[in-house]
């Protein structure tokens, strides 16, 4: 009978030793993977780095040209102003000067009869499309047009709407009984934009006025205090790099009306301003806001 051959001592010890090189050069493998690892964790975290600081500066360059913007725009109706002024100084007449024309006396005879309805009637139904996208409603509110005019671009905006009351305000007596004329039941009155209304209202109305007046901050803590807790201001003028009015005083572009609005309504409510354009137009030449006032 064969007996079975049986290792030699140095036989296995020779494969103990080529175990061992075997899994140290597994393990030199596994460092190697580790090592890769590393630097491609330090590749990635260096390019995260460099990616923050990107964004980092774009932040910068971009805070820089809104500020540039927003210096431009205040350049530019300074510059307004001065061709104002400069057309006064040049002597044109005084119908056609920017305060005389924003007067009581300057609307009177300005609203002695109403040339172009159309023009009213348009940008009241654009002002409808606005507030209709906006979830601004009319039905059933108390509502005041502050600055009316004619009431035309209030008629229009009204529409089929069934507001339970209307009021309308204005400086010009003439405009008024154009007015009471258009919306029979309208209840319309001189007042003073600059002095506190007597009475609240659900939905607050002033379009195309701000941009005439001296003092347009205390007109519009005027209409604030003219809205209810929980009801609603809405706001337009003209967009200020669009516009070119020698009647006007004030020149908003998009972004320097959000500053106004931002500086002088503060916390009154939730505040939405953006641009929109006449029915018949795709340029966006007037700015507008809505103020949802904070519920009592």
Same mark, same amino acid.
């Given at each position: 009978?064969? @007996?079975?051959?049986?290792?030699?001592?140095?036989?296995?010890?020779?494969?103990?030793?080529?175990?061992?090189?075997?899994?140290?050069?597994?393990?030199?493998?596994?460092?190697?993977?580790?090592?890769?690892?590393?630097?491609?964790?330090?590749?990635?975290?260096?390019?995260?780095?460099? +990616?923050?600081?990107?964004?980092?500066?774009?932040?910068?360059?971009?805070?820089?040209?809104?500020?540039?913007?927003?210096?431009?725009?205040?350049?530019?109706?300074?510059?307004?102003?001065? +061709?104002?002024?400069?057309?006064?100084?040049?002597?044109?007449?005084?119908?056609?000067?920017?305060?005389?024309?924003?007067?009581?006396?300057?609307?009177?005879?300005?609203?002695?009869?109403?040339?172009?309805?159309?023009?009213?009637? @348009?940008f009241g139904?654009?002002?409808?499309?606005?507030?209709?996208?906006?979830?601004?409603?009319?039905?059933?509110?108390?509502?005041?047009?502050?600055?009316?005019?004619?009431?035309?671009?209030?008629?229009?905006?009204?529409?089929?709407?069934?507001?339970?009351?209307?009021?309308?305000?204005?400086?010009?007596?003439?405009?008024?009984?154009?007015?009471?004329?258009?919306?029979?039941?309208?209840?319309f009155g001189?007042?003073?934009?600059? @002095?506190?209304?007597?009475?609240?209202?659900?939905?607050?109305?002033?379009?195309?006025?701000?941009?005439? +007046?001296?003092?347009?901050?205390?007109?519009?803590?005027?209409?604030?205090?003219?809205?209810?807790?929980?009801?609603? +201001?809405?706001?337009?003028?003209?967009?200020?790099?669009?516009?070119?009015?020698?009647?006007?005083?004030?020149?908003?572009?998009?972004?320097?009306?959000?500053?106004?609005?931002?500086?002088?309504?503060?916390?009154?409510?939730?505040?939405?301003?953006?641009?929109?354009?006449?029915?018949?137009?795709?340029?966006?030449?007037?700015n507008f806001?809505?103020?949802?006032?904070?519920?009592?």
């Open positions: 009978m064969v @007996q079975p051959e049986t290792k030699s001592t140095a036989q296995k010890l020779v494969e103990a030793r080529e175990m061992v090189q075997r899994k140290q050069e597994v393990i030199v493998k596994l460092n190697q993977r580790i090592a890769d690892q590393a630097e491609i964790i330090a590749r990635r975290d260096e390019a995260i780095v460099k +990616l923050n600081q990107r964004i980092v500066d774009q932040a910068e360059i971009v805070a820089r040209r809104d500020e540039a913007i927003v210096r431009r725009d205040e350049a530019i109706g300074k510059l307004n102003n001065r +061709l104002a002024s400069r057309d006064e100084r040049e002597g044109r007449d005084a119908e056609f000067q920017t305060l005389a024309h924003n007067s009581a006396e300057g609307m009177n005879a300005f609203f002695q009869q109403v040339d172009d309805r159309e023009i009213y009637t @348009q139904l654009a002002v409808r499309a606005l507030m209709d996208s906006k979830a601004v409603p009319l039905d059933g509110v108390e509502l005041l047009d502050f600055g009316t005019g004619p009431g035309l671009a209030l008629k229009a905006l009204i529409g089929e709407a069934r507001p339970k009351r209307v009021v309308g305000y204005d400086f010009s007596e003439n405009a008024l009984q154009i007015a009471a004329a258009e919306i029979p039941g309208g209840q001189v007042a003073d934009i600059y @002095q506190p209304t007597a009475e609240q209202f659900d939905l607050v109305l002033c379009m195309e006025v701000l941009e005439h +007046l001296e003092y347009p901050e205390r007109a519009l803590a005027t209409l604030v205090g003219a809205v209810r807790p929980g009801g609603t +201001l809405l706001l337009t003028v003209p967009q200020g790099r669009l516009d070119r009015s020698r009647y006007h005083v004030n020149f908003w572009s998009p972004e320097s009306w959000l500053r106004f609005l931002e500086r002088e309504i503060g916390t009154a409510g939730e505040v939405e301003a953006g641009t929109f354009a006449k029915m018949d137009e795709t340029v966006h030449r007037n806001a809505i103020l949802r006032k904070t519920p009592a």
